[in-house]
């Protein structure tokens, strides 16, 4: 062997070292997902941590993110709320993850906000909530009420003429709160509150025969009646089947529900249904490619054929890609330039529309009402025109209508009272003073 | 402008009796391939036509929601023979289009990737499309109510009565200026009774709307005494319009309309509340034999509840497409599984903690926490569907007031039977004999030549069965899925010892009273506060009588 092949030799593998270096160099970016695995709302948040490793999945495929590879970080915080906090410490302090994606509840989330606040974390929500809060490490990917509630109101009103109002609702502080916004909202345009009937069951709740009952008779009054469901969970099965016995159509009563999405209507059975309506900001059915493509990797990656998708799906898809687009923006994954570069991003949804971090931590969103088919889907009736902007705080609940929220400089607030001129105490700080 | 102004009596008569096998047409695509190939003579006009079919059809999906109301027209106005399955098709969201070729065609099958079209002008099959293909032509609510009106206005003319009687039904409330006119003419017909009423009542709901003072102080007339819901609404608008001889009249109506609706509503409550009671009772039988007669507290009673449920799905999984027999199948076959588990729960845990109530309950909570997670991990975390037959969903129609559900009905039915049947094995056999000796006085049942052990296995065995029938019963009104039982736990115990322990009887008074009084209390004080309520008044009542509705009495209360 020459000399000369000795030196060849000895650089390449000089070469190869420093490429390995440069890739130690290179640490994965971490994404932590923190989705309850198990107990009640493992039904629920199961899909959305397969979704993230899904997105995780395809993103490395890709390349990563500018050549760095992505890595799941995945913890179970067993539908515990307390443990939501403890897990998200665990992430931030122990993992070191880079951002978070997780929660579903609102209970969870405002028991993890003083923990990414203090310790400086990211964390995506992808869930439709109450609103009434803006955090500066926390950005919302789900719909607030006026992207979801308010439209839906709107909906039926000018659509379908309605003019007497069912809120019904499981007793928890998203449907009360929301209740709360639609009934200022309502009484605001002029309905009478002899119109608006509010009724609050149970989780699980099962006998709908005098709520039902009810419903028929307050609907014989000789004005349009309309039902705005915030029911959630299985309490909706008994619910509609109830409908369906005591002969309510959707022609006579329509129902619009903001928590009935294609997973819930898997088990039931949708003919007697067909027709009641649901609010979202997504639907597996609408007819775009980039939502087909996102359905088919879904139904490959499940491996079942029936693996249906869902709203917050959607919204950690945006809220992923945002990510993703602000990391490549910033150059770094450093929280605080992140954080900054991340407003004003805009990435494709799967509805054929683009989606905008807006300055509070809140996003664009089409509204979409469906229809529910036989086949448990949802045909498309009505969407608005643009996409409407989240607002953190709504302007029907008489303590939040001058508050606004901006997290760029010089005003980096969550909750500025333009009246007064001041800056509240932080989401975190409030969350733990409630908790108190 | 209105989408009836076209339809006249002896075109829709036609129309509707050519159109009905070409609906069955896309259901059966094959086998009805045969019937068009023979009928084609007759159709030769329709055949030439067929350009103007897929034109209405284009027309039809190109429509704006504005112009979807003459769409609808042009499609009934052209008489095509075809035309109520396309309508038929478009109010079932079927109808679509292909985005490369324009064409419009009917969905078959819409689950899956593929979907399954055929051609709506000669319902042949056209196999699968990608779905990513097609465009569906919209729906709304506001469209489909329109459409129902066409459609009853066709199927008015039918010899079916109680297609009749449906479409009928259907008009009510729906009525505008382009179909009073045939209504009229239609009146003048020999008509069954109930579609003649709903007719008149239809057409005075129009009349009170837009008729003459003197118009409307008779539909006012007809409408008096209507319990029809829609019949109400108009009055109430008709009390709030400007013409007082009107109002007053209007509101005449309506007084002697509540009072008999005053009547309904207390039926329909006491409905409710035994309905409610029966599946109180239901799930309250069987412990009222296993904790009542031997004392036993086993928590996971709800369990085994739950496992009677989840046999009926299992039974639907097994027969598919036959919902009904499996559920009567899964009548015995719910009994036996829960029996079985009973049995192996007592053998297992309980027969060893004889006389040591606080480790029972605790043993058998854990056991009821192991079946919950077992079906979690074995069957699914999800709830699972099980199917209504089709006998027992809808309700059973006393008056436009008052209908009771049919699945509440059949439970009702149910739980007596189960409580009859209960009450006969405890009074009139061997066994029932038995198993009151081993409870009274076990030592000295044990001496008489009774296998204490074997009726212990029995008996539990027995309670246990009970209420995996009364799974399959709650199967089919409420979710299906490993809370099931935690839902019901509580709720037997309250019954039980509202009714008193060791008595089937105070059982059966309990759970009725208990859901009837629920009933009551929910309109008002709304579900939440109702359950409170009930629950004070419960521990209220055993603070006064300890022992329930019917304390045991005698030496076997003292033992």
């Keep these: 062997m020459s000399i000369k092949k000795h030196v060849k030799l000895g650089l390449s593998a000089l070469a190869l070292s420093v490429s390995f270096h440069a890739m130690a160099a290179e640490d994965p970016i971490k994404v932590g997902i923190l989705h309850s695995l198990s107990g009640t709302m493992a039904i629920s948040e199961t899909a959305l941590k397969d979704t993230m490793e899904m997105l995780i999945e395809q993103q490395n495929a890709k390349g990563g993110i500018d050549g760095r590879q992505l890595e799941a970080v995945v913890v179970d915080p067993a539908s515990n709320w307390p443990l939501f906090a403890e897990k998200a410490r665990e992430l931030l302090e122990k993992e070191k993850v880079d951002v978070i994606f997780g929660n579903w509840t609102s209970v969870s989330r405002k028991s993890v906000l003083p923990v990414v606040e203090e310790l400086n974390g990211l964390l995506f929500y992808p869930v439709q909530y109450e609103g009434e809060e803006s955090s500066e490490n926390v950005f919302y990917t ?257 303590g939040s209508r001058d508050l606004i929220a901006d997290w760029r400089a010089p005003l980096k607030c969550g909750n500025f009272n333009v009246k007064a001129g001041t800056c509240g105490a932080s989401a975190g700080e409030q969350a733990l003073a409630d908790a108190d | ?262 009547m309904n509503r207390a039926a329909e409550t006491l409905y409710f509340g035994l309905s409610l009671g029966s599946v109180l009772v239901l799930a309250a039988i069987g412990l009222a034999i296993t904790f009542g007669v031997m004392g036993v507290i086993n928590m996971a009673h709800g369990e085994l509840i739950m496992l009677g449920a989840y046999t009926t799905w299992g039974m639907q999984q097994l027969l598919p497409g036959q919902p009904g027999l499996a559920l009567i199948l899964s009548i015995p076959a719910g009994f036996l599984v829960a029996a079985l588990a009973g049995i192996a729960i007592e053998r297992s845990v309980i027969q060893h903690l004889k006389g040591r109530p606080l480790e029972t309950l605790l043993a058998t909570f854990g056991v009821s926490l192991i079946l919950q997670q077992l079906v979690r991990t074995v069957i699914s975390p999800l709830n699972r569907s099980v199917t209504t037959p089709e006998w027992m969903s809808g309700s059973l129609v006393i008056n436009d007031a008052l209908s009771l559900t049919l699945n509440r009905m059949y439970v009702i039915g149910f739980a007596l039977v189960v409580f009859a049947g209960l009450m006969l094995i405890m009074r009139k056999t061997r066994l029932g004999l038995e198993v009151r000796a081993v409870t009274q006085n076990r030592a000295m049942a044990r001496s008489m030549g009774i296998r204490a052990t074997r009726v212990d296995i029995l008996t539990f065995g027995l309670g246990s069965g009970v209420a995996g029938l009364a799974g399959v019963a709650l199967s089919q009104i409420t979710n299906v899925g490993p809370n099931l039982g935690q839902n019901y736990i509580i709720d037997s115990f309250m019954v039980v010892v509202f009714g008193g322990v060791g008595n089937l009887w105070g059982t059966l008074l309990a759970g009725l009273s208990l859901g009837t009084i629920n009933q009551i209390l929910e309109p008002w004080a709304g579900s939440v506060l109702a359950k409170i309520m009930v629950l004070v008044l419960i521990i209220l009542f055993i603070q006064k009588r300890p022992k329930g509705l019917f304390p045991q009495k005698g030496r076997a209360a003292e033992g």
């Design chain 1, 142 to 398: 789900g719909a607030a009420p006026n992207q979801q509630a308010i439209p839906a109101v709107d909906y039926l009103k000018n659509e379908l003429g309605v003019e007497r109002w069912v809120l019904a609702g499981t007793d928890y502080v998203y449907p009360r709160t929301t209740n709360k916004i639609l009934e200022t909202y309502l009484k605001d345009m002029g309905v009478a509150e002899a119109d608006i009937m509010i009724n609050y069951t149970p989780f699980g709740h099962s006998d709908w025969q005098s709520i039902v009952s009810d419903i028929k008779k307050f609907g014989s009054a000789g004005k349009k009646t309309a039902v705005v469901s915030t029911i959630n969970g299985d309490a909706n099965v008994p619910f509609y089947r109830e409908l369906g016995n005591q002969g309510i159509a959707s022609s006579d009563i329509p129902v619009v529900a903001f928590s009935v999405g294609e997973q819930e209507l898997a088990g039931i059975d949708t003919g007697p249904l067909v027709g009641h309506l649901a609010a979202w900001n997504y639907f597996m059915s609408v007819d775009n490619d980039a939502n087909y493509d996102f359905i088919d990797a879904w139904v490959e990656y499940k491996g079942d054929d029936k693996a249906v998708t869902n709203d917050p799906m959607e919204a950690h898809y945006i809220g992923f890609n945002m990510y993703v687009e602000a990391v490549k923006k910033a150059g770094t994954t450093d929280v605080d330039a992140v954080k900054d570069a991340i407003i004003g991003v805009a990435v494709p949804n799967l509805t054929g529309g683009y989606a905008t971090m807006m300055p509070n931590h809140h996003i664009t969103k089409p509204v979409l009402i469906g229809e529910i088919q036989d086949n448990g889907q949802f045909s498309v009736v009505w969407e608005t025109s643009s996409t409407v902007a989240g607002d953190a705080w709504s302007d029907f609940l008489p």
């Design chain 2, 1 to 262: 402008m209105g989408i009836f102004r076209w339809l006249t009596p002896h075109c829709l008569n036609a129309l509707y009796l050519k159109s009905l096998y070409l609906k069955a047409l896309y259901l059966k695509p094959l086998g009805l391939a045969l019937l068009l190939v023979l009928s084609l003579p007759a159709h030769s006009q329709a055949e030439a036509d067929s350009d103007q079919g897929q034109a209405l059809l284009t027309n039809l999906a190109d429509a704006s929601p504005r112009e979807m109301d003459a769409a609808i027209e042009a499609i009934v106005d052209s008489g095509d023979p075809r035309a109520r399955s396309w309508l038929d098709a478009f109010g079932n969201n079927r109808l679509s289009r292909i985005e490369d070729t324009g064409q419009v065609v009917v969905v078959l099958r819409n689950v899956g990737r593929d979907w399954t079209i055929a051609d709506p002008l000669t319902g042949e099959n056209l196999g699968e499309i990608s779905r990513r293909e097609l465009d569906r032509v919209n729906i709304n609510n506001a469209i489909r109510g329109k459409l129902e009106g066409v459609l009853a206005m066709l199927d008015l003319y039918s010899d079916d009565p109680e297609v009749q009687e449906n479409a009928a039904e259907a008009m009510m409330g729906k009525v505008n200026d382009s179909v009073v006119n045939p209504l009229t003419k239609l009146l003048e017909r020999d008509l069954p009774g109930p579609v003649r009423n709903r007719i008149e009542e239809s057409v005075a709901i129009y009349q009170l709307q837009q008729g003459e003072p003197q118009a409307r102080l008779e539909a006012i007339d007809v409408l008096t005494g209507s319990l029809h819901s829609n019949a109400r609404a108009a009055l109430n608008n008709a009390v709030a319009g400007d013409d007082p001889a009107v109002a007053a009249r209007a509101k005449q109506a309506l007084v002697s309309i509540e009072q008999k609706l005053k």
